[in-house]
Each structure stands twice: as structure tokens, then as C-alpha cells.
């Protein structure tokens, strides 16, 4: 059974980059280097050997890190085949239902469009650990920048998959404020507001607030919540469609 050592690199103002070590082979891959920089200093420290770059997005704080660190280790860049132009230097392109190895820890791969029209996640079942760019956030979910509502709430029903104690790797430290929009359209959710209560005693803490769990965003996640007749009501919208609740929910959101 092959395993991943999972290490959390803040960068930036709020992004978090991923180090992945591999057991079997030992070698290691990053999810989504926004910087080289403290990317290449972590792997110093822990003597680690990078040997892949998995991208899941095109946007800079996700990738503007690849040129320098490809150039320094050689590395194999992964990415999504339906963006391939606009992530820099993808020696293999992967897509929807695909699966990818990194070594003897298997993926799979789903496009998840809607953040981006070339978005996509990866899922290592045996490690427990989906790595979701920005489509979905502890408490929230991407904007819709380059797709529909409808592509983002199908993008992110796929993620249903997983199974509760499946850790959600996201991209960025957006928790609190999440959790304050999430009160503001759910705000009798007891579930909601017990863990609205430990990320700011977390954030408090100034300590991380991601991964989250699936099965505590199934519960309390809107934008997950999405097809639950109970947020439908609580919002006015009973008998719409899951979509036009999801579409309702991050139109909120984005003026919050």
C-alpha cells in the first residue's frame, strides 16, 4: 500500500502549496507551486527529491512557481489537457476520469470546471486526500469566473464521491470568512455553528484551518448543500432546482 506524507506550505497572502512524498518510491510532488522560492527551501530542508509538479488551474497563485522549480529539479510537470496552453511547460496532460500515478499512489483525475473552463482535481482514495484548486473551499466554493453556475454545481456534486473522511486540500486560508457568509444563509445549522465556532478558535490560534473533512462540509458547506430541501427553504426557495439554489447561494456570496 503506498502512502503520502502530506506537508502544508503557506505562501502568499493566504494560499496553501502541498508537498507530496510518495512511500514506495520516496520521490516527491508539489500541488500547485504559486513560488518557487518556499517550495524549493522545504524541500532543502527535508531532503526531499522532486520528481512532478501537479497543476490543477491556470491562474498564477497556482502555478507561477513552475518555470523556476522544472528548471532546478527537471521535474515532470502534470496538468489539465483541456488547459494546456495557459499552464507553462506540461509534459503530461491528464483529463476527466483519467487516472495518474505517482508512482504507487493512484489518482483520479476529474475536470471540474466553472473557476476556470480548464479546472481540475485530483483524488488519492488509498491517502484520503482530495486536492481541489479552487473549486472547492473549506465552507465554500471557487467563483465562477470562466464557466456557468450550472458547470460550477455539477463540478463540485462530483466531489460527492468521496467519502467522509476524505481530507480537503484547498488552495487558499478563506475559512472565517466562509464561515461568516455560510451563518449569514444557514444560520440555524447547528453543525454549521459549532464549526464556525472552532475555525475562529483556530484562526484565533493563528493556526490552519485547512484540510477540512468532507463529511463536516457535507453538512455544513452551502454551496455542497446545494440539493438539501432544508436550505431551499430557509432561503425562500422551495421546489427550485438544485442549480438555482447553488446559483442563488454564490450570487450571495460573490456580494456578501
Not at 489537457?81 to 499512489?105: S, W
Amino acid at each position: 500500500m503506498s502512502t503520502l506524507e502530506i506537508h502544508q506550505i503557506p505562501t502568499r497572502s493566504d494560499n496553501y502549496v502541498y508537498l507530496l512524498r510518495e512511500s514506495s518510491s520516496g520521490n516527491a510532488a508539489v500541488v500547485d507551486p504559486s513560488d518557487a522560492e518556499p517550495v524549493l527551501d522545504t524541500l532543502d530542508m527535508f531532503n526531499w527529491n522532486l520528481t512532478h509538479i501537479l497543476t490543477t488551474h491556470h491562474h498564477n497563485d497556482h502555478v507561477g512557481g513552475v518555470p523556476e522549480i522544472k528548471e532546478k529539479t527537471g521535474c515532470t510537470v502534470v496538468g489539465p489537457k483541456a488547459d494546456r496552453d495557459r499552464i507553462p511547460m506540461i509534459d503530461v496532460e491528464v483529463a476527466d476520469g483519467e487516472t495518474f500515478k505517482l508512482y504507487e499512489a493512484e489518482a483520479k483525475v476529474w475536470d471540474v470546471p466553472g473557476h476556470t473552463a480548464g479546472h481540475i482535481a485530483y483524488w488519492f482514495a488509498e491517502s484520503q486526500a482530495l486536492f481541489c484548486g479552487d473549486t472547492l473551499f473549506a465552507l465554500g466554493c471557487g467563483r465562477v469566473f470562466e464557466g456557468t453556475h450550472e458547470q460550477m454545481y455539477e463540478s463540485i456534486s462530483k466531489f460527492k464521491e468521496v467519502p467522509d473522511d476524505t481530507w480537503v486540500y484547498c488552495a487558499h486560508e478563506y475559512t472565517a470568512a466562509n464561515a461568516r457568509f455560510a451563518l449569514h444563509v444557514d444560520p440555524d445549522n447547528a453543525a454549521l455553528q459549532a464549526y464556525a465556532k472552532q475555525i475562529g478558535q483556530r484562526r484565533d490560534a493563528g493556526v490552519s484551518t485547512v484540510p477540512s473533512l468532507m463529511g463536516v462540509e457535507r453538512r455544513t458547506n452551502p454551496f455542497l448543500r446545494a440539493d438539501d430541501p432544508e436550505l431551499a427553504r430557509v432561503l425562500g426557495m422551495e421546489g427550485k432546482t438544485p442549480v438555482e439554489v447553488f446559483a442563488e447561494v454564490r450570487t450571495q456570496k460573490d456580494n456578501f
